[in-house]
């Protein structure tokens, strides 16, 4: 038996000619699949799943073959695509004559089944375009790297927030609704397994942007345009300002040295690093003895390479003496060439999200306010902060130290706008380069005596010519 209903003709009426068509019966609910001809417009007709889905096509005779085909036109919506939109179509393409218009189904056929694909099966798509490996223009003759570097964190959003969610839908059918309703969940805490989040919004926005995008680029057509347009203004977010205290300071910098803990000491010491460069996770995680200059000499440095740096540009840090000492601490092994090397993977460095985990904790596999491996923060009764916040720390300490907020932001590798007040051409901050090391040194230097003194430890006074001659 068929499980299609094909609605007969009214009484009165010729058999197969059907009824007019209204956008009413396209949203009526069907126990069995049933399809619906137009009276009004010969050959169209509708067709509706149990699901609610009404789609349009249309029949007609292809002159290659004498055989009577159908084409698909669309799929029903009251807004953009209703039965009087469907009627202009048919009539459209029947002015076209009936050669080209077998044609166009034909075209249209290959281009339908692009469009049937899901959520899901782009996302999936996606994320494999994103971790291909290509050479980059800064670093042409190097290793390979993914096309989108940060792809793990794109392709972590998109399964997250955006394939729970929309996964199921065909790509084509997602409205700006949709996401505009996805986001709001985010915001309002609606989303299963996520709390409240602006900040998920905004990941999870940027994400589905992205993907769009793509798929509707020229060679793939996945969907005709993005529904992420002109959405709702996202709340303002607060800005993190947290900071360690002193008391903070030394309760971690000493707890990081407990035998007890149960993060390796590569991981722990890279912390410490951080703190003690102000450098980001992802500049310092990758540190290989290449890049390490004149450690036993007077002007000891570390080079991170563009393809590691946010903003695609050589960082040269100068490093405290305070920072040498890890690094020799971290190289401990014979042959060793990274610097905080894996514990797990001989040869390789830790994980560019190890340092966020170590302090966070993993989480426990069936409740969720407990933890599966606690996080240093929690075992050493710390209020919770993440990498990020020692660069901050950092960067509090030295403006307490009487340094410019400029020279900081040059530590910090952020644009410099303004010294002293005065504004600063961006063609300046690229040509004037003749001080940056030697203050950057100066600041660095200052840090490195001031958390001694904050750990404990005897320390060389930092002059006050000194601090003026990096301000």
């Given at each position: 038996?068929?499980d299609?209903?094909?609605?007969?003709?009214?009484?009165?009426?010729?058999?197969?000619?059907?009824?007019?068509?209204?956008?009413?019966?396209?949203e009526k609910?069907?126990?069995?699949?049933?399809k619906?001809?137009?009276?009004?417009?010969?050959?169209?007709y509708?067709?509706?799943?149990?699901?609610?889905?009404?789609t349009?096509?249309?029949?007609?005779?292809?002159?290659?073959?004498?055989?009577?085909?159908?084409?698909?036109?669309?799929?029903?919506?009251?807004?953009?695509?209703?039965?009087?939109?469907?009627?202009?179509?048919?009539?459209?393409?029947?002015?076209?004559?009936?050669?080209?218009?077998a044609e166009?189904?034909?075209?249209?056929?290959?281009?339908?089944?692009?469009?049937?694909?899901?959520?899901?099966?782009?996302?999936?798509?996606?994320?494999?375009?994103?971790?291909?490996?290509?050479?980059?223009?800064?670093?042409?003759?190097?290793?390979?790297?993914?096309?989108?570097?940060?792809?793990?964190?794109?392709?972590?959003?998109?399964?997250?927030?955006?394939?729970?969610?929309?996964?199921?839908?065909?790509?084509?059918?997602?409205?700006?609704?949709?996401?505009?309703?996805?986001?709001?969940?985010?915001?309002?805490?609606?989303?299963?397994?996520?709390?409240?989040?602006?900040?998920?919004?905004?990941?999870?926005?940027?994400?589905?942007?992205g993907?769009?995008?793509?798929?509707?680029?020229?060679?793939?057509?996945?969907?005709t345009?993005?529904?992420?347009?002109?959405?709702?203004?996202?709340?303002?977010?607060?800005?993190?300002?947290?900071?360690?205290?002193?008391?903070?300071?030394?309760?971690?910098?000493?707890?990081?040295?407990?035998?007890?803990?149960?993060?390796?000491?590569?991981?722990r010491l890279?912390?410490?690093?951080?703190?003690?460069?102000?450098?980001?996770?992802?500049?310092?995680?990758?540190?290989?003895?290449?890049?390490?200059?004149?450690?036993?000499?007077?002007?000891?440095?570390?080079?991170?390479?563009?393809?590691?740096?946010?903003?695609?540009?050589?960082?040269?840090q100068?490093?405290?003496?305070?920072?040498?000492?890890?690094?020799?601490?971290?190289?401990?092994?014979?042959?060793?060439?990274?610097?905080?090397?894996?514990?797990?993977?001989?040869?390789?460095?830790?994980?560019?999200?190890a340092?966020?985990?170590?302090?966070?904790?993993?989480?426990?596999?069936?409740?969720?306010?407990?933890?599966?491996?606690?996080?240093?923060?929690?075992?050493?009764g710390?209020?919770?902060?993440?990498p990020?916040?020692?660069?901050?720390?950092?960067?509090?300490?030295?403006?307490?130290?009487?340094?410019?907020?400029?020279?900081?932001?040059?530590?910090?590798d952020?644009?410099?706008?303004?010294?002293?007040?005065?504004?600063?051409?961006?063609?300046?901050?690229?040509?004037?380069?003749?001080?940056?090391?030697?203050?950057?040194?100066?600041?660095?230097?200052?840090?490195?005596?001031e958390?001694?003194?904050?750990?404990?430890?005897?320390?060389?006074?930092?002059?006050?010519?000194?601090?003026?001659?990096?301000?």
């Open positions: 038996m068929s299609t209903i094909t609605t007969a003709a009214p009484a009165g009426k010729r058999p197969g000619k059907g009824v007019t068509l209204t956008d009413r019966m396209c609910r069907v126990t069995e699949r049933t619906i001809y137009d009276r009004k417009c010969p050959g169209l509708v067709s509706i799943t149990t699901a609610g889905v009404a349009f096509s249309f029949k007609f005779t292809d002159p290659a073959t004498g055989r009577q085909r159908t084409g698909w036109l669309g799929i029903y919506n009251p807004e953009t695509f209703a039965v009087e939109d469907a009627r202009s179509k048919v009539y459209a393409l029947r002015g076209t004559g009936t050669t080209a218009l166009t189904f034909r075209d249209r056929k290959a281009l339908v089944a692009k469009r049937g694909k899901t959520v899901a099966e782009i996302v999936e798509e996606r994320i494999g375009w994103m971790k291909t490996l290509e050479r980059k223009a800064d670093d042409p003759d190097g290793d390979k790297r993914p096309r989108l570097e940060s792809w793990e964190t794109i392709a972590s959003h998109l399964r997250r927030f955006i394939v729970p969610s929309l996964g199921k839908k065909i790509a084509s059918e997602v409205t700006k609704n949709d996401i505009a309703t996805l986001q709001n969940d985010l915001i309002e805490g609606k989303y299963a397994g996520s709390k409240a989040s602006v900040s998920n919004a905004r990941h999870m926005r940027r994400a589905a942007s993907l769009f995008n793509w798929a509707a680029e020229a060679h793939r057509e996945y969907v345009a993005s529904p992420c347009v002109n959405l709702p203004k996202l709340p303002k977010e607060i800005h993190r300002e947290r900071v360690l205290t002193e008391n903070e300071i030394r309760i971690f910098w000493h707890g990081l040295d407990r035998d007890d803990m149960p993060w390796d000491r590569k991981t890279a912390l410490k690093f951080e703190l003690v460069t102000m450098l980001r996770s992802r500049e310092l995680l990758g540190a290989h003895r290449a890049e390490l200059f004149d450690l036993d000499g007077e002007f000891p440095r570390f080079d991170v390479p563009a393809k590691r740096v946010k903003k695609r540009r050589v960082i040269q100068p490093l405290s003496s305070l920072a040498v000492e890890i690094i020799r601490e971290a190289t401990s092994r014979e042959g060793q060439q990274f610097v905080f090397e894996s514990p797990v993977y001989e040869g390789q460095p830790v994980h560019r999200t340092l966020a985990t170590a302090l966070r904790g993993t989480k426990h596999e069936t409740c969720k306010n407990k933890t599966k491996t606690p996080g240093i923060c929690e075992l050493l710390l209020k919770r902060f993440t990020h916040d020692l660069r901050r720390t950092a960067a509090t300490l030295a403006g307490e130290l009487g340094y410019s907020d400029a020279v900081i932001a040059k530590c910090l952020h644009a410099v706008v303004k010294d002293d007040g005065e504004k600063i051409a961006k063609v300046t901050a690229v040509y004037s380069q003749s001080k940056r090391m030697q203050q950057k040194r100066m600041v660095l230097d200052g840090i490195a005596a958390l001694r003194r904050i750990i404990g430890e005897p320390v060389k006074a930092v002059g006050r010519d000194e601090m003026r001659l990096a301000a």
